[in-house]
């Protein structure tokens, strides 16, 4: 069975500073890799995924991720947050099995608090 | 025009009774899917319908039991309600689960169970 654990549970940050926020996974099949984004009180949002082809995918509000499959990693980065990113994020996998199909289960990690400081 | 919306929002109740939490897309989705985000804000599937079929069914008690209308429509009812069942609980669609496609999260239900 496919796990995803992101290593920071919170990450304090000052405004206009990057940011990366940890993932990693683990499966013996292919995978396809989310992050979802959750501002309080909301339902989370897709921030970008990764299916196939070029290893870095960038998404929306200036994130990026990298996927890396040699050390089973996907993690998030922003070059310069702002006060408006202050939310949970959580990183996200889904399993591709035989045929590269998957049924749409995400596993999704513990989920980091992203705090950015004025 | 809300994409994913679900009913109530909040959602107060003793042990022992029988609720039932609603949910709607307008997005000509397929696929719909119920989470369940504990107290330590772990998110976990608890079944998919396609096409108003039941596709994931993970480990859950039979108290609760999903019910799709139609396939706008993902009701979830809980039978005799108990303190570990007080969580949010998210509706969520897309339109294809055999792609990995995006899926569309509702607002959340908070549940308590008193």
């Known amino acids: 069975a496919q796990s995803v654990t992101q290593l920071d549970s919170q990450v304090p940050v000052f405004e206009e500073a990057p940011v990366e926020l940890r993932c990693n996974y683990s499966?013996?099949?292919?995978?396809?890799l989310f992050w979802y984004v959750q501002y309080p009180n909301q339902g989370l949002q897709l921030l970008l995924k990764y299916l196939s082809g070029s290893t870095l995918v960038k998404g929306i509000n200036g994130f990026e991720a990298e996927f890396n499959k040699s050390q089973t990693s996907f993690h998030l980065r922003k070059p310069s947050v702002h006060i408006s990113d202050t939310a949970e994020y959580f990183c996200?996998?889904?399993?591709?099995?035989?045929?590269?199909?998957?049924?749409?289960?995400?596993?999704f990690g513990q989920g980091t608090i992203l705090t950015v400081h004025p | 025009d809300t994409a994913v919306s679900q009913t109530p929002k909040y959602l107060v109740t003793q042990m022992g009774n029988d609720k039932s939490i609603k949910c709607e897309q307008n997005l000509g989705h397929d696929t719909m899917y119920w989470y369940k985000q504990d107290s330590k804000k772990f998110l976990k599937i608890m079944f998919s319908?396609?096409?108003?079929?039941?596709?994931i069914n993970e480990t859950v008690p039979n108290r609760f039991s999903p019910k799709s209308p139609d396939k706008a429509h993902l009701n979830l009812h809980i039978n005799s309600l108990e303190l570990g069942d007080s969580a949010v609980y998210f509706c969520?669609?897309?339109?294809?689960?055999?792609?990995?496609?995006?899926?569309?999260f509702g607002p959340g239900t908070r549940l308590t169970v008193l």
């Open positions: 996200a996998v889904s399993v591709s099995n035989a045929g590269g199909t998957s049924y749409g289960k995400l596993t």
């Open positions: 969520a669609s897309s339109q294809d689960p055999t792609f990995a496609d995006t899926q569309y």
């Open positions: 499966s013996s099949v292919s995978v396809y």
């Open positions: 319908y396609n096409n108003k079929e039941l596709i």
